[in-house]
Nanobody, 114 residues
Framework: QVQLVESGGGLVQPGGSLRLSCTVSGTSFRSSTMGWYRQAPGKQRELVARIFSGGSTNYADSVKGRFTISRDNSKNTMYLQMNSLKPEDTAVYYC????????WGQGTQVTVSS
């Protein structure tokens, strides 16, 4: 059974930082393309950042320079370091897996508010 388990969300003040984690089990991690998506209330789900099996990355323009995606293949885990958070970063953040099949995590809430 494939599972993607996210953690690390929460409430943070503007300018603060959070680190999200996504741990994958039940399928190959090393060969996968992993991504973080987010969905704010009333908006479509959007790509935040993606990391390929070889380690290359891409980011949404809105988070470039503030967020960093990474992966640890030895732990089957992907991370999203989020710095200089803004209220507009408030959303549910989802982990996405893609290798032959695609899977989603359950989502973790990130709220940026004073």
């Amino acid at each position: 059974q494939v599972q993607l388990v996210e953690s690390g969300g929460g409430l943070v003040q503007p300018g603060g930082s959070l680190r999200l984690s996504c741990t994958v089990s039940g399928t190959s991690f090393r060969s996968s393309t992993m991504g973080w998506y987010r969905q704010a209330p009333g908006k479509q789900r959007e790509l935040v950042a993606r990391i390929f099996s070889g380690g290359s990355t891409n980011y949404a323009d809105s988070v470039k320079g503030r967020f960093t995606i990474s992966r640890d293949n030895s732990k089957n885990t992907m991370y999203l370091q989020m710095n200089s958070l803004k209220p507009e970063d408030t959303a549910v953040y989802y982990c996405h897996y893609n290798f032959l099949r695609t899977f989603w995590g359950q989502g973790t809430q990130v709220t940026v508010s004073s």
